[in-house]
Each structure stands twice: as C-alpha cells, then as structure tokens.
C-alpha cells in the first residue's frame, strides 16, 4: 500500500466518520424563556445492521420571551418540544435499531439469545433460536478439556471468549 493510498483511506474513514455525527442548533422552551441548545446526534455502531444514537444537548443560554425574537436571535427556526423545561445540558440514548437487510440471519439468532430485549425473554424464543442456529450450521457442539461441552459461534466473530447466557444454561464461545 503506497503512502498516497494510506492517506486517502484514512482520510475515507474520518469523512465516514463525520458522517455519522450531525449537530443542529434548536431553541427550546425553559418554562418562561426560549432558549438557545446545540442538539448533537451521534450514531454509535454496536454490530453489522445494528446502531442507537447518542444524543448530546448543550445548553448555552435564554433567548427571549417571544418566540420570533428568539427565532431570529437564534437564527434557526428548528424548535424542539421535548427541550420544554430544561436548563441544563444532559445527554441520553435511543433504543438500538436493526436494520433487517443488513443484518445476517446468525447475527439475529445471536441477538435473541444475547441480548436482553423484551421480546427476547418470552419463554421459548431463546431455546428455539438456539435450536434454529444449531440446524443453519451457525452453532457447533464442541468439547474443551477445561470448560466441557460449549458451542461455537461460525463465522465472522468480534470476540471468541467463552460465555454464559443469561438464560439458556448453555456455554458459548464467541460473538458475533
């Protein structure tokens, strides 16, 4: 890889990068004055075809008691409702989003028997999702002198430590 094509790439990330982080100044309403807030959005990358956003608002000051004054001290005419009430910059998190067409079919089994959403904990969905991975190929039984009997994860792996679920008394080695 010449130096050239280093720099390009890296550069390619950083754009990628700036993509996924918007900023949007938003005027909200404190209770008796408009106020003036930096609303940043950042999408965080939790695995392939799964992401939450992380939500910053900053707080920078009151505006005015009238909104078109505020609208044109602001110099934006985005105003944000769920900013009613607060005065001081906070910070939250959205639920985790799927996208279904870039998410593989082990990667959802995985989730189901990972991750601890509601509609993963009805009795009886694990086990079939479990039992679902297993015929797909995407589970293998093996045996570790130390560990006994656990089951594989194929494919692209991020780790391949060895773990419990949280329901199912069932080893597993890796995630994907």
Do not use: H
Request: glycine residues 6%.
């Amino acid at each position: 890889m010449s130096y050239y094509t280093f720099v390009t790439t890296y550069n390619e990330r950083e754009l990628f990068k700036l993509q996924k982080i918007k900023i949007m100044r938003t005027i909200g309403f404190a209770g008796t004055f408009y106020t003036l807030w930096d609303v940043k959005s950042e999408r965080i990358d939790v695995a392939s075809g799964a992401w939450y956003e992380k939500i910053t608002c900053t707080y920078y000051q009151n505006l005015s008691k009238n909104i078109e004054d505020a609208i044109e001290k602001a110099g934006t005419d985005n105003v944000d409702e769920s900013l009613k009430g607060k005065r001081k910059s906070f910070e939250y998190k959205t639920p985790i989003k799927l996208e279904p067409k870039l998410i593989t079919e082990a990667e959802r089994l995985w989730r189901i028997i990972c991750v601890n959403d509601i509609p993963n904990l009805v009795s009886g969905i694990r086990e079939e999702a479990f039992e679902q991975a297993k015929k797909l190929g995407y589970l293998t039984e093996c045996i570790d002198e130390k560990e006994g009997i656990y089951y594989q994860w194929n494919g692209k792996l991020r780790y391949d430590q060895f773990w419990y679920s949280s329901t199912l008394p069932i080893l597993f080695k890796g995630s994907i």
